[in-house]
């Protein structure tokens, strides 16, 4: 092996190495942060009523999944507590008569359920979509499903919610 080719292999292995150790720390912290500005973005809604918190990152069509490994269950819980809701999973709050039949689903014990998804960032933006299933009166089925895609935007050492960019309802 050439004594090029064998310092270009250890620059390589370093630099991949250093990759690998930062990026993970750095990625993980932001989502972190940008999940909790969602939450916040939550509270400040004003919503009534005894809302759920599943911390699962799926849309709300995914009944029984799981948390991202990157969000540990504290965080979930502070999420939860930060949007003023108890945490729930949405397979055990939402029962149906007839199955796969919507009109026959309600909600048991919380008016709303919502998910966070995993946040997308980009530079000095992140987009995240906010599920949501409701139970209340006036939806398309009696628990409808609505959706929105959030633009946050880095504010310093943290995030600000700057608009909603995609919204759809079923």
């Known amino acids: 092996?050439?004594?090029?080719?064998?310092?270009?292999?250890?620059?390589?292995?370093?630099?991949?190495?250093?990759?690998?150790?930062?990026?993970?720390?750095?990625?993980?912290?932001?989502?972190?942060?940008?999940?909790?500005?969602?939450?916040?973005?939550?509270?400040?809604?004003?919503?009534?009523?005894?809302?759920?918190?599943?911390?699962?990152?799926?849309p709300s069509t995914v009944q029984s999944s799981i948390r991202p490994a990157y969000r540990s269950v504290q965080h979930a819980a502070s999420l939860a507590t930060e949007m003023g809701a108890?945490?729930?999973?949405?397979?055990e709050v939402v029962s149906c008569s007839a199955p796969r039949d919507p009109r026959s689903c309600k909600m048991n014990g919380v008016i709303q359920v919502l998910r966070i998804g995993v946040p997308e960032i980009k530079g000095d933006s992140a987009t995240i979509w906010l599920y949501s299933q409701d139970g209340r009166e006036g939806g398309l089925t009696p628990v409808s499903q609505s959706d929105k895609l959030l633009l946050f935007v880095r504010d310093g050492n943290s995030w600000r919610f700057a608009k909603i960019v995609s919204f759809r309802e079923t």
């Not at 004594?3 to 250093?18: E, Q």
């Not at 108890?86 to 397979?91: G, T």
Request: proline share 2%; aromatic share 6%.
């Open 86 to 91: 108890q945490s729930v999973k949405l397979d």
């Open 1 to 58: 092996m050439s004594l090029r080719r064998t310092s270009t292999t250890a620059i390589l292995a370093s630099f991949c190495f250093l990759v690998t150790l930062g990026s993970p720390q750095g990625n993980q912290s932001e989502l972190l942060k940008v999940e909790l500005s969602v939450a916040r973005y939550v509270k400040s809604l004003g919503l009534k009523g005894n809302i759920g918190f599943d911390e699962s990152a799926q």
